[in-house]
């Protein structure tokens, strides 16, 4: 038994020795004691490709990890008939202990629920494991901090891991192998492994090892005939003591406790194999690097007298344009230099972050390349098809969770069927137990608040059978699910329920179909996702029966268990090809001799690596254990004094080129500054120029030649380029060229064309032809009021909602216009209830008022959107909200009525060809006509001296008033125009012609008033009517504001005018004489046709209204559709000018 150290600094050949002397060794004897190479986990599989290389093949040499090594000695040994729980297992057996032990836990009731939490469980408890802390450790500590105030979350989060800790132990008793005890047990079975005794193993590729690590060495010592240990470290300094912030600190470190380990276990320590060849071999041709790698950390050293090629220094405008210029680098390297792919390297102290982007970009440049990361699968359709499944039996067959299942695509139902099933869904607002009936679906009678019924046609019917084979082709194997699971308890029976719901299914049919498709559209990478989906869904049921198998669980709870495990599933990819960039992170990959190395993210606070405090411990909390005798990993300190050893690694991985970049700005376009290996590295080399890499080619010939590489993404960089030139800019020739080779090349003219037309893109709608518009309006154009301030607001809008008929899918809930239907509905009931009693509406008390309120909503309740006010709980409380606030409404119209002469002549009156009068007919250009239909709230008649007055009013469930500019420009023109109806046919609606009294605004609310101080109930009373006070305009006559308010004294709190003490009206009181209104009224007659016409002749431009802060496209849903965009061309507001009210009034005195 021997032990050999092999040291050298980076590049001098610790692995290529190894892998030497184990080639060696299997050409002079294929057979003999094992030759085993020990390597961190994600480097075996380029470790043994390493080995394989220039032989046969070989029966004697293996690499394997250290977890690798114990499962071959535990199969060889024994100690494997225990059942082994994978990490997938303990999480999920951490998570079922969470849930049974939440009352006695202090700190983690808290935490459990948060996402990710369990993870940061199951690494803490194998750092425990790991480091070999024992209850026996931990209850002293707990005791002792629990006596300081100052340290009580740090006993409660120890007292909790304690007490968990314990009941896992207790779980798994001797029936089950803890994956975090595997390496102990490797440790304890090494001395009867035929296959580790007497062989030789090589260790290399890590830095330091774990104390669980350290034990299996100790017996690996005292077993094998020979054990080498390759380290990264100077030998030159190997009897010099090391500062803790030295760069070669943590490999010293490791050197030392293995030399104690070697003289407690009596092992002979050979004389190390030094490698101190100067420069490196690695670095022979590039003596920039090899300078580099000699002297980063050696602040004393001076700049270097080489030159530094072989180093680009590079700064980016942002991070896109720093991959983007590695992309077309690495196309240079193998276009002009004969490199291979797999002769590059791309590395990062983080690749999560970056992943997409790199994805993205390398993409589109056609780079072949393998990111070495454990995929999470959380986003994969099974896993969101098993999370939706059991969601929707415990929570009772939502809408999320059904169609999150449905539209999975793993469902026996065709996406288009699950559309046509959703519409249906959200119309009817179906859930719960509706899709577990077993008999069909019926076609809903749509009451409406008209009291009329709606009765299915064919059509309907035939969409109703169509729905209900959808529903039952995708409820059934769920029906089946709901019933077994229901009628389980163990874990065991859920189990088997929720893999029989699968395999019914045919899950793994069409996950093999898609890995097929995905490979033969050169999707490898995803190819393999969707095979290793399932067998680490198997797995995790697997786990699942063996740790859990027999126990009793709610269902809820056995959803959280298997959400822990699907949290946990991560995929391990095996790269797709042989010829490919490899991109890795400093920490996990250990990357094979490359030529070019591209390190990336070189920003502060990124390499080196600043920690965020994640995990059950914070750093000053792992200081304080280890004040107190429990020993964790290194806290942050530590942590970043190993950040030097991976910048060491960093600049060190290539032998001929290397690239270092960093970003000026993040993706939101915040600052970011260079990292502190940037300016050490201009410090050594001064001359070294530093590279800047825009966004988009500059303008510079031999720059924007650096962007012509790749044919997909020179056409961007192209468009980019033609706009400017289409902007009155200058473009370089090479452009030119550019476009012509483009547009020459068959498999691109397409997208060239498409791409380019981008460019003249205006987002304008050109006029429709004449004959089509009539097509589709008519003639006469029937409309409304509204429509044409539809129209008014953004014509394109008015075409999508009126032409071409297009709406929002329904969904079953209650909307604001739901509302203001339901308190018209009731308000016309109770006006003509009042109306028609034999006592004086004026003299009803306010019980008598909440009683005819209250009868109006009861009638009117059931026929709100199929009854949708008694659906619910959440809406049967919305109802009495609502009727509270018709109850308030019905009072203050009872005031109206008791301090004014005006009576209601009609309610809901409406125009149309059909309607209580005629609709409003305007003759417009040519043989045109267009018919105007509506409906009138309320119109209010009183007779004074020998004339009739009469007043609209609107019912709004928000405050609205006039606005004189928004009637100007067409916005608001439906109360003025109902006036205008009324008053044409007044010898219809009383037998002689009337006057104008004014148009009104009336607030539908139950309001909210705030005071400084306390208010009597009279007081309140008076606030109230305050605020809904009547908004609009009023003859300007102080005796018909009289006719509205017979108590008025100053100004009104029922409509919006005021009496000075001498009879005339307050000059801010909302009137108009009778010559305004009947200019405003032929006005409005203008603007109607102006709008008839404009819709007629085709005009549908997009161009929304803008006034002050409103615009039409604050509520539009058509957004999506129009994509109107101020910054693109042609895309303008119709901005409403700031004119003064005597600047419009003279305009529309015009008509008078």
Same mark, same amino acid.
């Given at each position: ?488 308890? /163990? ?568 009496? /000075? ?92």
């Amino acid at each position: 038994m021997s032990l050999r150290f092999i040291l050298g600094r980076a590049g001098t050949g610790k692995t290529y020795t190894c892998l030497e002397e184990i080639r060696n060794k299997l050409k002079r004897s294929p057979d003999g004691p094992f030759l085993i190479f020990l390597a961190p986990e994600q480097a075996t599989f380029q470790t043994e490709r390493a080995l394989v290389s220039g032989l046969q093949g070989m029966i004697r040499a293996q690499a394997l990890s250290f977890r690798r090594l114990a499962w071959h000695v535990l199969h060889e040994a024994g100690g494997i008939a225990r059942v082994h729980i994978s990490e997938l297992g303990k999480q999920m057996l951490l998570r079922k202990l969470l849930i049974t032990h939440r009352e006695q836990l202090k700190v983690f009731h808290r935490t459990a629920v948060h996402p990710g939490f369990i993870q940061y469980l199951a690494d803490i408890v194998r750092e425990i494991k790991q480091y070999g802390i024992t209850g026996s450790q931990l209850l002293p500590a707990i005791t002792f901090l629990s006596k300081d105030k100052g340290q009580q979350l740090l006993a409660g989060k120890l007292s909790d891991l304690n007490l968990l800790c314990t009941r896992l132990e207790e779980h798994l008793g001797g029936r089950y192998i803890d994956p975090d005890d595997y390496l102990d047990l490797l440790a304890g079975r090494l001395p009867a492994s035929g296959t580790v005794r007497g062989s030789e193993i090589w260790i290399d590729g890590f830095a330091g090892f774990t104390p669980q690590e350290y034990k299996v060495i100790e017996q690996i010592m005292q077993v094998a005939g020979k054990v080498n240990i390759a380290l990264c470290l100077d030998s030159r300094t190997i009897g010099e003591s090391l500062e803790e912030n030295d760069y070669f600190y943590p490999t010293r470190e490791t050197l030392n406790k293995l030399e104690a380990i070697a003289v407690k276990t009596g092992t002979h320590v050979e004389p190390p194999l030094t490698l101190d060849d100067c420069p490196p071999p690695r670095f022979h041709h590039v003596p920039a690097i090899a300078y580099l790698e000699e002297n980063f950390f050696r602040p004393e050293s001076g700049p270097a007298r080489e030159s530094a090629a072989g180093i680009k220094l590079v700064a980016a405008a942002n991070r896109r344009a720093e991959v983007e210029g590695v992309a077309r680098e690495i196309i240079h390297l193998c276009r002009e230099k004969s490199y291979r792919w797999r002769d590059i390297s791309v590395v990062l102290r983080q690749v999560d972050t970056s992943r997409t982007l790199i994805s993205t970009v390398f993409d589109d440049y056609g780079i072949p390349f393998f990111i070495d990361i454990r995929r999470e699968a959380g986003h994969h359709p099974l896993v969101e098809l098993i999370r939706a499944a059991l969601e929707i039996v415990t929570a009772g067959w939502n809408y999320d969770s059904v169609f999150r299942y449905l539209k999975t695509d793993l469902a026996p139902v065709e996406r288009e069927d699950v559309d046509t099933l959703e519409n249906y869904v959200l119309a009817h607002g179906i859930k719960g137990s509706r899709w577990t009936d077993s008999a069909d679906w019926e076609y809903r009678r749509c009451y409406t608040l008209s009291g009329q019924e709606e009765i299915p046609g064919v059509p309907e019917v035939e969409k109703l059978a169509l729905i209900n084979r959808i529903r039952q082709a995708a409820t059934r194997h769920l029906i089946e699910f709901q019933k077994k699971a229901q009628c389980s308890l /163990k874990v065991r029976e859920l189990t088997s329920a929720l893999f029989e719901l699968l395999i019914n299914l045919d899950v793994p049919g069409q996950l093999e179909k898609w890995s097929e498709q995905a490979r033969a559209g050169g999707g490898l990478e995803t190819a393999q996702e969707h095979v290793q989906i399932w067998s680490a869904v198997v797995e995790l049921f697997d786990q699942l029966v063996e740790s859990l198998g027999d126990e009793r669980i709610d269902l809820k709870d056995y959803l959280k268990i298997v959400e822990a495990g699907l949290e946990s599933i991560r995929l391990g990819l095996i790269p797709p090809g042989l010829d490919q960039v490899l991109v890795a992170s400093l920490d996990r990959s250990r990357n094979p001799d490359v030529r070019a190395c591209f390190v990336l993210d070189v920003n502060d606070s990124i390499l080196p690596a600043r920690f965020d405090p994640k995990g059950v411990f914070t750093d000053p909390e792992r200081e304080y254990l280890e004040s107190v005798g429990i020993t964790l990993a290194p806290a942050g300190r530590r942590r970043l004094f190993n950040e030097q050893f991976l910048v060491y690694i960093a600049l060190t991985r290539c032998s001929e080129y290397l690239w270092l970049s960093y970003s000026l700005a993040d993706e939101e376009g915040r600052a970011l500054m260079p990292s502190p290996v940037i300016q050490r590295v201009k410090k050594i080399f001064p001359d070294l120029k530093e590279i800047y890499l825009p966004i988009y080619p500059p303008g510079n010939r031999d720059q924007d030649l650096q962007f012509i590489v790749n044919a997909q993404r020179v056409l961007a960089y192209l468009v980019s380029q033609l706009r400017e030139f289409k902007n009155e800019g200058a473009i370089l020739p090479l452009w030119w060229s550019v476009y012509d080779w483009l547009v020459q090349q068959p498999d691109l003219q397409d997208r060239c064309r498409r791409i380019l037309a981008g460019l003249f893109y205006t987002n304008q709608e050109p006029p429709l032809p004449a004959d089509l518009s009539l097509s589709l309006y008519g003639n006469p154009l029937r409309t409304s009021i509204s429509r044409c301030e539809r129209y008014y607001a953004c014509p394109f809008a008015h075409f999508l909602a009126h032409g071409l008929k297009l709406k929002e899918r329904p969904v079953y809930t209650l909307q604001r216009p739901d509302m203001g239907e339901f308190y018209h509905a009731c308000l016309k009931l109770f006006v003509q209830s009042a109306s028609g009693e034999e006592q004086d509406w004026s003299k009803m008390s306010r019980e008598q008022c909440a009683q005819l309120a209250d009868r109006a909503v009861e009638n009117v309740a059931p026929l709100l959107r199929n009854e949708i006010l008694l659906s619910s709980a959440r809406y049967r409380y919305l109802a009495t909200r609502l009727r509270k606030t018709v109850e308030r409404a019905a009072w203050t119209l009872s005031t109206h009525a008791r301090r004014s002469l005006f009576r209601p002549l009609a309610v809901e009156l409406s125009f149309a060809p059909r309607g209580q009068l005629s609709a409003l007919t305007l003759p417009l250009a040519g043989e045109w006509t267009m018919e105007l239909s509506g409906r009138v709230d309320r119109v209010d008649i009183a007779t004074f001296e020998t004339n009739d007055y009469l007043r609209v009013i609107d019912y709004k469930s928000s405050p609205t008033g006039l606005n004189l500019a928004e009637i100007y420009y067409g916005l608001q023109l439906q109360l003025l125009t109902y006036l205008d109806v009324v008053l044409s046919s007044a010898r219809r609606l009383t037998g002689r012609d009337a006057l104008p009294a004014g148009v009104l605004y009336f607030t539908v609310a139950d309001p909210v008033i705030t005071a400084p101080k306390a208010l009597t109930p009279p007081e309140a009373e008076k606030e109230i009517m305050k605020k809904l006070k009547m908004k609009g305009l009023i003859l300007a006559e102080p005796d018909v504001v009289r006719l509205m308010d017979n108590e008025i004294s100053g100004y009104s709190d029922l409509v919006p005018a005021g009496l /000075k003490k001498d009879g005339s009206l307050y000059s801010n009181s909302s009137v108009v004489d009778l010559q305004q209104l009947t200019a405003l009224r032929r006005y409005l007659r203008k603007s109607l046709v102006s709008a008839g016409e404009k819709i007629l002749t085709g005009a549908v431009e997009i161009k929304p209204y803008r006034y002050r802060n409103h615009t039409a496209c604050r509520y539009c849903s058509f957004e999506p559709v129009c994509l109107f965009d101020p910054l693109i061309s042609g895309n303008n507001y119709h901005s409403i000018t700031g004119l003064s009210t005597e600047e419009i009034w003279a305009k529309i005195s015009c008509f008078a």
